[in-house]
């Protein structure tokens, strides 16, 4: 028996990665000129599509504004983070207490549990190093720690609980 050819996604099968390569294109060249949407717009159709296979199927996003929403709190907690990591390494004498910060993962969909991983690692002063899949935890490494038990319930709190609502 033959197998069957996959079927070929659609045209927006990834629309979050669709609008994220445009809007990268286009704050790349800080341009809002009819070619530079055109090109965004042909970039964010043909890309996704062209890796359709290295990609895997595509999320949905069951609650738009709160992921617009998380999307605003992801970004203020980067700057933040930012401003607190200068602060501890131009701050002669500063004495960081590094520790290891077990979270355990209520979500089970790989794709929320990749961007909770993307997210920690994206914010300055925290790393996600290990997923065990076993244990259903993410182990968390951060530079200036004194409360593990405080730092875990944030992270479910701030990103856990919300990629929970958005992706399910």
């Not at 079927?7 to 629309?15: E, K, T, V």
């Not at 244990?135 to 701030?158: E, G, N, T």
Request: glycine share 4%; aromatic share 4%.
């Amino acid at each position: 028996m033959r197998e069957r050819p996959k079927p070929r996604p659609g045209w927006l099968a990834h629309p979050v990665l669709s609008l994220l390569l445009a809007a990268a294109w286009l704050l790349l060249q800080q341009s809002l000129a009819v070619p530079q949407l055109i090109t965004a717009a042909v970039l964010a159709l043909v890309l996704p599509r062209l890796l359709h296979g290295f990609l895997g199927p595509g999320a949905r996003l069951r609650r738009v504004p709160v992921a617009l929403h998380f999307a605003g709190v992801v970004m203020w907690d980067i700057v933040v983070s930012n401003l607190i990591v200068a602060r501890i390494v131009l701050t002669p004498g500063s004495d960081p207490q590094p520790a290891w910060v077990p979270v355990q993962l209520d979500i089970r969909d790989p794709t929320a549990i990749v961007l909770l991983a993307t997210i920690i690692t994206t914010t300055p002063g925290t790393v996600s190093c290990v997923v065990d899949e076993d244990r259903r935890r993410i182990m968390v490494h951060a530079l200036d720690c004194a409360d593990p038990a405080a730092l875990a319930a944030q992270i479910k709190q701030r990103y856990e609980q919300p990629l929970k609502e958005i992706l399910g």
